[in-house]
């Protein structure tokens, strides 16, 4: 009876380790996924920063020669 008891205690034991490994590949497989969206987006948005145009630096620009105008005038 106390080898029945032992047997049945290591098949428990083996049957509760995989059920913890089980859940350790579910988290680490859900952490990869996340890690990869998001590898994803940041090469999406380098892309799109590097081939979107600077629209700001262009009004810069032309707010600096309008500025400069303005004061240009009213020195005369």
Do not use: Q, S
Request: overall charge negative; charged content about 40%; hydrophobic content about 45%.
């Amino acid at each position: 009876m106390n080898l029945n008891t032992t047997k049945l205690e290591e098949l428990l034991a083996t049957l509760k380790k995989k059920e913890e490994e089980k859940d350790k590949n579910t988290v680490l497989w859900v952490l990869a996924i996340i890690g990869a969206v998001a590898a994803v987006a940041g090469i999406a948005f380098a892309v799109y920063r590097f081939f979107a145009p600077d629209y700001l630096e262009d009004f810069e620009e032309d707010f600096d020669d309008d500025f400069d105008d303005y004061f240009e005038d009213e020195e005369e």
